[in-house]
T-cell receptor, first 115, second 117 residues
Framework: EAQVTQNPRYLITVTGKKLTVTCSQN?????MSWYRQDPGLGLRQIYY???????DKGDVPEGYKVSRKEKRNFPLILESPSPNQTSLYFC??????????????FGSGTRLTVV | AQKVTQAQTEISVVEKEDVTLDCVYE???????LFWYKQPPSGELVFLIR??????QNEISGRYSWNFQKSTSSFNFTITASQVVDSAVYFC??????????????FGKGTKLSVIP
């Protein structure tokens, strides 16, 4: 089944403890992206990647890191999480390397709480 | 700049009523796509429809219908005979070319629909 898999679905952590949210897609998609969703703010893009070793900042990159060493994987790294990073996170992929012109396949989401 | 406005933050209807969710967009491109996604309480994003800028035909899928009007830059979504299972947050989105020359997807802030039994 074609899908984007995020793990974990739920995560509670403490301030300052490094964490990684994994994202993997099995569709050979070129473009991958991370979004966060907050009440009243909708979905905002954190980082995106047009291909292996090509990543760029989205609208809200502060406090996050990403890497794209393999085409299928695009992990989101929080080196020192803070409570304002408590959010619902979505990974998404699109077959067109220039971006999601035709839309995304979304992962199921990761609900992160930082205390 | 690209922008998607969903003016209705929350809507409540009684079951079996019809409801329309509004979406207004801004883009300088002549070629673009419009989308609607549903987010049920479980949190995942469910794709509903994609429409390209050259196809202004209205679309109907069961109880769902979409009205695309380029003249008013709107892409409204109507649910006929609403059901409790329609309770969700609905997002409208626009894909077009960003300032950097790549494509981007811009989301509205969502409309929370509550259908009361």
């Amino acid at each position: 089944e074609a899908q984007v898999t995020q793990n974990p679905r739920y995560l509670i952590t403490v301030t300052g403890k490094k964490l990684t949210v994994t994202c993997s897609q099995n569709m050979n998609h070129e473009y991958m992206s991370w979004y966060r969703q907050d009440p009243g703010l909708g979905l905002r893009q954190i980082y995106y990647s047009m291909n292996v070793e090509v990543t760029d900042k989205g609208d809200v990159p502060e406090g996050y890191k990403v890497s794209r060493k393999e085409k299928r994987n695009f992990p989101l790294i929080l080196e020192s999480p803070s409570p304002n990073q408590t959010s619902l996170y979505f990974c998404a992929s699109s077959f067109d390397g220039t971006g999601p012109f035709y839309g995304y396949t979304f992962g199921s989401g990761t609900r992160l709480t930082v205390v | 700049a690209q922008k998607v406005t969903q003016a209705q933050t929350e809507i409540s209807v009684v079951e079996k009523e019809d409801v329309t969710l509004d979406c207004v967009y801004e883009t300088r491109d002549t070629t673009y796509y419009l989308f609607w996604y549903k987010q049920p309480p479980s949190g995942e994003l469910v794709f509903l429809i994609r429409r390209n800028s050259f196809d202004e035909q209205n679309e109907i899928s069961g109880r769902y219908s979409w009205n695309f009007q380029k003249s008013t830059s709107s892409f409204n979504f109507t649910i006929t005979a609403s059901q409790v299972v329609d309770s969700a947050v609905y997002f409208c989105a626009l894909s077009d070319v960003s300032g950097a020359g790549s494509y981007q997807l811009t989301f509205g802030k969502g409309t929370k629909l509550s259908v009361i039994p």
